[in-house]
């Protein structure tokens, strides 16, 4: 049963506090609304907007990250011997699936760099890898094999299950703009594919595969 001291139930709280308001201003942020208020009343701004986007998402990480190093204490569990092999070679494979499903995107757009960076949304193009026959959202999916193969405290589970949270609400939001943006196109994706978690019974098959994919976008 896990369990953490009483006395560290404060900085815990905090822990769970910071993550939420991080993960709350990365969505605000990110919103259709609120890019469209940029691009109309701060017209200079927006073509940097991606890019200071990202730059608050890298530095804001740091008070979260910080707080939950501070809240640090014993483990509540740690991966040894071949469970260790088993966690640390799942997560090794997941940052090797980042790395493959990058080029299914337009990362230039996603980083903000150059004039892809001002682009609002991702038109009517639909960018499709291999992982996406599987799940809608492999960057989620592989987040969150690096989030859970990694040893527990109190701290870090609290972080992880904020995490897990976020993304599973972020990716319902995120679908809503893609529906939105690619219309039947995608809702007809949606019900061939699960989300973040894989169901061998539900994939893409390669002929449908070839028949959605076309261009790249953004996985914002």
């Not at 942020?29 to 009343?41: E, N, P, T």
């Not at 200071?52 to 809240?71: D, M, Q």
Request: aromatic share 16%; hydrophobic share 45%.
């Amino acid at each position: 049963m896990i369990s953490c001291p009483p006395d560290r139930w404060h900085a815990l709280a905090l822990v769970a506090g910071a993550w939420t308001l991080y993960f709350l201003a990365h969505s605000l942020l990110a919103a259709h609304g609120v890019k469209r208020w940029v691009q109309h009343r701060l017209p200079r701004f927006w073509p940097r907007y991606r890019l200071a986007y990202n730059l608050f998402a890298g530095i804001g990480l740091l008070p979260p990250l910080w707080l939950t190093y501070r809240a640090s204490g014993p483990l509540l569990w740690a991966w040894q011997g071949p469970w260790a092999w088993l966690a640390n070679g799942l997560a090794l494979l997941a940052l090797a699936g980042f790395l493959y499903t990058a080029r299914a995107y337009d990362m230039q757009a996603f980083l903000g760099l150059g004039r892809a960076g001002t682009q609002e949304g991702a038109g009517d193009e639909l960018g499709l890898c291999q992982l996406h026959r599987f799940v809608r959202h492999p960057w989620y999916s592989l987040g969150l094999v690096i989030l859970w193969t990694r040893d527990m405290d109190c701290a870090r589970l609290v972080a992880t299950l904020c995490a897990t949270a976020y993304l599973f609400i972020g990716a319902w939001f995120e679908e809503r703009k893609l529906e939105i943006e690619l219309g039947e196109r995608y809702r007809d994706y949606e019900r061939r594919v699960p989300g973040i978690i894989p169901r061998p019974w539900r994939y893409l098959a390669r002929y449908d595969y070839d028949r959605l994919r076309g261009g790249h976008r953004s996985p914002d």
